[in-house]
């Protein structure tokens, strides 16, 4: 037993930075977590990276530490610098991928049109500072400042501000006494994106 932990516990602690990592990105991103395969895969490749970057950091502090002596370098040393970069390197990540910092460069240079959010759904929402109108599949329609959206168009709920019904004759009925109304995305049919923030009625000029 005491060899099996001996041989298993460098494993872990060689894995563990880029399953942290991992998880930091997963846990301030939108995107759906993939299945366990391929979190696994992204796990190692972001344990690669961490390595990689430990590897530079020893360097630097062994050539700063011939002028100016810090301390020993040792396995603790290790440990904890991988746990800073693991924080760091996911936390960059997913806040580069919430910024589509990435994929705005690339369609720039013309190699993708794509960008880094999870779906279309999700990018358009994001990207459109706007009031929107939900069609609801009663024929019910609810005006209003998006605050919360769903991932999945399927699945979630919207989170309208400022809201107000549309009739179908006569103006709006503002909800003023509401802060906001939460609706189910799968009661939703279709959203209309308005061209600007409306004001406190939830009606875009």
Known sequence: MDNLYKEVTPL????????????????LTSHPKPG???????ALVFTFVVQGLIELIQLLLEVV?????????????QVLWSVI?????GSTVAAAVNKDVFHTWLR??????????????????????SDVILHLKD???????????????????????DPAWILEDG?????????GIIIRAEDVRWVELLPAKG???GISP
């Open 171 to 179: 103006p709006p009925l503002v909800l003023a006494a509401l802060d």
């Open 36 to 42: 366990q395969f391929e979190r696994t895969i992204e």
């Open 65 to 77: 530490g011939r002028t100016f002596a810090i301390g020993a370098w040792t396995a603790t040393s």
């Open 85 to 89: 970069v693991a924080i760091l390197l």
């Open 139 to 161: 024929g019910r329609r609810l005006t209003g400042w998006p605050k919360e959206w769903p991932v999945d168009p399927c699945m979630g709920q919207f989170y309208l501000q």
């Open 199 to 201: 004001g406190d009625d």
């Open 108 to 129: 720039r240079k013309g190699l993708t049109s794509r960008s880094s959010h999870p779906s279309e759904w999700f990018c358009v929402l994001a990207s459109h500072s």
């Open 12 to 27: 872990l602690t060689f894995l563990l930075p880029g399953f942290l990592s991992a998880w930091m990105f997963y846990g």
